[in-house]
C-alpha cells in the first residue's frame, strides 16, 4: 500500500522542540520531491518547508532558522526539526511528495505550541 505516515506531532511549550517524520510505504522517497505544510483552524494550508530529491532546501519566512527539513532515504523518511516554537505555530501538519504525476499526502497530524 502506497502511503505517508506522519509521527512526533504532539503539544510542547513555547520555545520547545519537536521532530516531525513523515515515512513512506509502497514506494522509494529517494526520487521525489517532499514538502511539509501546516493549517491552522480557519486559515489556507501553506507551505513550510521543503526538500528535493537533490536535497535543495526551501523555507518560509515564518519558520527560517527555527525549523529545518532534512531527508534520510535509507530510512524512507524526511524529517522536520522545530526549534524555538511559538503559539503561532499550532496547527495540522502534512507532508507531501511528489515527482511527475505521482502526488502522494500525509493524513496529518496535530502540533500545538502552548503553556
Known amino acids: 500500500q502506497v502511503q505517508l505516515v506522519e509521527s512526533g506531532g504532539g503539544l510542547v511549550q513555547p520555545g520547545g522542540s519537536l521532530r516531525l517524520s513523515c515515512a513512506a510505504s509502497?514506494?522509494?522517497?529517494?526520487?521525489?520531491?517532499i514538502e511539509w505544510y501546516r493549517q491552522a483552524p480557519g486559515t489556507q494550508r501553506t507551505l513550510v518547508a521543503g526538500i528535493t530529491r537533490e536535497s535543495r532546501k526551501n523555507y518560509a519566512d515564518s519558520i527560517k532558522g527555527r525549523f529545518t527539513i532534512s531527508r534520510d532515504n535509507a530510512k524512507n523518511t524526511v524529517y522536520l526539526e522545530m526549534n524555538n516554537l511559538k503559539p503561532e505555530d499550532t496547527a495540522v501538519y502534512y507532508c507531501?511528495?511528489?515527482?511527475?504525476?505521482?502526488?502522494?499526502w500525509g493524513q496529518g497530524m496535530q502540533v500545538t505550541v502552548s503553556s
Open positions: 509502497g514506494f522509494r522517497l529517494d526520487f521525489y520531491s
Open positions: 507531501n511528495a511528489r515527482y511527475a504525476a505521482n502526488v502522494y
